[in-house]
């Protein structure tokens, strides 16, 4: 019965040692599970791939430090297929402390580009490809101003550049200009996007999340509000997976799969310490 | 050079939060208490950089004709809620708490109803032709049977809230089975930092 008593009361420092073991082990040793691409994470790869080429795409940072290791590896790999596509990138975010992740995730991507890239059209401009109008706040106000004139608001870019001097801007006044939206969600920003330009505008919009944001976003995809989901790390790697770029998420799935199998175990464990050790008690 | 000075610096922080997982000690506190200075710090420069300024004072001065008068309207609200900082005038502030509420509700409503009332209630009238289809129908009825507090649950009245129940936890159950996920992606990412850009120990 000790035994019963004991694995009931497993010290929690075991369980980080043991937590932080089965994480470390696959990173070290580069192990690879084939990831299986769900229905919500292929719609949004189908509808962005399936836009018409040089389409105006709006990415909203609404994240931070807190949920970079799952967004930033999906962040990327859409950013890789946009201008895979020739796809223009509006960068901006509702996040102030989000944005240099959507900064950090241009550098890298434009410079991957450019440095294969043979020609001037082949590569990626600042202003004529993409561009980064930075943080305003205002959120719902902002979002339901947006369909008006997108100058209310972003007079200036993230350099304080006028952005009527930015070609790509030319011709961007409001939502009618913007083939789709993809919202980046740690949180309440996603159900504000779906409903304050997506219901009332009409706006196409692709929802990438947290793990915990995602289950909240399911109902808007049944219903057709949004046209893809690609939810948390899983959702990162089968995005990765996608567009032929392993990364982190990939990285990650050996790590999360054995994590979780010992999330199990434990729980298994306590509940069996817990039944017999009450069975014993209630004699 | 700079970059490898801020990867120690980041790992040597993430060391110190992880070290609350052993205790409390001195190590986490500095590390919580930096976190908490330099968000804010970050914040109060991003909202002046990207809000005050060239909304408010940028577009005052350079801005011509009498438009831009109406910028004093939000300049006076947001004064008003500095007035918390003195007691005696703090009561000022509930102006500018007042028309942010007003404004909030207001766009909460419609946002509500246009956003996802309309839009899920469409969802929901589908056609009964595929299992998905019919099971989700039976969990809207039925988590709608629960949340109706009117009449004392009896016969299959009772049925179809017990069944609301079932639905309702296998909602919370899978929520949070993802909650769980992003919480293991997060120490993944942390773990991966360490051991690949501190430690080299994965080219």
């Known amino acids: ?283 | 050079m700079l970059q490898i000075t801020g990867t120690w610096i980041a790992a040597g922080l993430t060391l110190a939060i992880f070290s609350f997982l052993y205790k409390d000690n001195p190590f986490y506190k500095m590390a919580e208490h930096l976190y908490v200075g330099v968000s804010a710090a970050f914040a109060i420069l991003y909202i002046w950089a990207f809000d005050v300024w060239p909304m408010l004072i940028e577009k005052f001065i350079t801005e011509q004709g009498s438009e831009k008068w109406i910028l004093i309207v939000p300049a006076a609200f947001g004064l008003m809620m500095l007035s918390r900082w003195i007691p005696k005038i703090a009561w000022i502030s509930r102006w500018s708490i007042a028309l942010t509420v007003g404004i909030a509700a207001g766009l909460g409503i419609t946002g509500q109803i246009q956003g996802v009332l309309l839009p899920q209630i469409r969802g929901t009238l589908v056609p009964l032709t595929s299992f998905n289809n019919i099971l989700m129908v039976i969990g809207v009825i039925a988590t709608l049977i629960y949340f109706y507090f009117s009449a004392v649950p009896k016969g299959a009245f009772k049925v179809g809230a017990r069944v609301g129940v079932i639905f309702i936890m296998v909602a919370f159950g899978a929520s949070f089975g993802y909650t769980v996920m992003a919480r293991i992606s997060l120490l993944i990412g942390r773990l991966n930092f360490l051991v690949t850009d501190w430690l080299h120990l994965v080219k």
């Open chain 1, 1 to 283: 019965m000790k035994f019963f008593e004991k694995i009931s009361n497993i010290d929690r420092r075991i369980i980080y040692l043991m937590l932080g073991l089965v994480v470390i082990i696959p990173i070290v040793f580069k192990m690879v599970l084939p990831v299986r691409i769900s229905e919500p994470v292929q719609s949004a790869y189908d509808y962005i791939q399936n836009l018409p080429q040089g389409s105006n795409v709006i990415i909203s940072i609404d994240y931070d430090a807190s949920s970079e290791p799952e967004i930033q590896p999906m962040y990327l790999s859409l950013l890789r297929q946009c201008f895979a596509q020739k796809h223009k990138i509006i960068l901006m975010g509702q996040w102030a402390l989000g944005l240099p992740f959507g900064e950090i995730g241009l550098n890298t991507i434009t410079s991957e580009v450019n440095s294969r890239s043979g020609s001037n059209a082949d590569s990626l401009f600042y202003g004529r490809d993409f561009v980064n109008l930075g943080y305003r706040p205002g959120y719902r106000a902002m979002m339901v101003g947006l369909g008006r004139e997108f100058r209310d608001f972003f007079a200036t870019d993230y350099r304080g550049v006028p952005v009527d001097s930015l070609p790509l801007m030319a011709n961007v006044h409001n939502y009618n200009d913007i083939a789709l939206l993809i919202g980046l969600e740690a949180g309440q920003a996603g159900d504000e996007w779906i409903q304050f330009a997506g219901a009332r505008y009409g706006l196409k919009i692709v929802i990438g999340a947290t793990g915990v944001i995602a289950p909240d976003m399911f109902h808007y995809l049944q219903a057709k509000q949004i046209q893809g989901l690609v939810g948390g790390l899983q959702g990162a790697a089968e995005y990765e997976t996608l567009v032929k770029s392993p990364g982190t998420g990939i990285a990650g799935m050996v790590a999360q799969s054995w994590a979780h199998l010992l999330l199990l175990g434990f729980i298994l464990l306590g509940n069996l310490g817990y039944f017999a050790t009450k069975r014993r008690r209630d004699k």
